[in-house]
């Protein structure tokens, strides 16, 4: 088992090692989402390789069990961006940025700033003209509802407050009216011929 875990670790970091810092972390996000890693909700000891970031790779024959130290983490089974928009869990666009603040705060543990969002809603594939006309706003609600602090110009922290109910959202809790897009139409003019 652990030789085949050496060899995974060896392979994916031979085809990520030349792509630049952004990719890299698209990746492995990618790889994460897909196989459902910490999804499980019990406390867990993660390996993680003890090597500084940008040390040569190496060959799975050479790492030995002092390679990898232990971390404890605490997972909690949050749904993933499609299963927030199939359950439609935010009811409107201001906890889609709570929601999305959260993700990109790494579950309000780190700072994140208005790009991170604009991924998030990439990868919800909700980002619009309308979406992104309207995030300055948007954020603001949520600086004025005292979930999300500004700390400097571009950077952002969740206040706890917020985290608390970014978790309730992410469960289906939302104490929010739901805001139903309505589709324009344009009038027809009468004619009084």
């Known amino acids: 088992m652990f030789d085949k875990e050496i060899e995974a670790i060896a392979k994916c970091t031979e085809l990520i090692k030349d792509l630049d810092e952004s990719s890299k972390i ?3 996000k990618y790889l994460i989402e897909r196989f459902g890693i910490g999804s499980n909700p019990i ?3 993660t390996f993680i390789p003890n090597r500084q970031i940008g040390q040569p790779s190496f060959n799975h024959q050479e790492v030995e069990q002092q390679d990898y130290v232990a971390v404890e983490s ?3 089974d949050y749904p993933s961006l499609k299963q927030l928009l199939i359950k439609n869990y935010p009811k409107n666009e201001t906890e889609w940025i709570l929601c999305y603040a959260f993700f990109a705060s790494k ?3 780190d700072t994140f700033e208005k790009e991170d969002i604009i991924e998030k809603y990439k990868e919800n594939n909700r980002l619009s003209t309308s ?3 309207n995030l300055s706003n948007n954020i ?3 600086i004025k509802k005292d979930w999300i602090k500004d700390i400097n110009k571009d950077e952002f922290i969740l206040k706890q407050e917020a985290i608390e109910y970014a978790k309730e959202v992410l469960k289906g809790n939302s104490t929010s009216k739901e805001v139903k897009r309505t589709k324009k139409t344009k009038a027809n003019p009468e004619t009084n011929d």
């Open 26 to 28: 698209r990746v492995i």
């Open 43 to 45: 406390q867990t000891n």
């Open 74 to 76: 605490k997972n909690e």
């Open 107 to 109: 579950y309000g543990q």
């Open 131 to 133: 979406t992104s006309a």
């Open 140 to 142: 603001n609600a949520c």
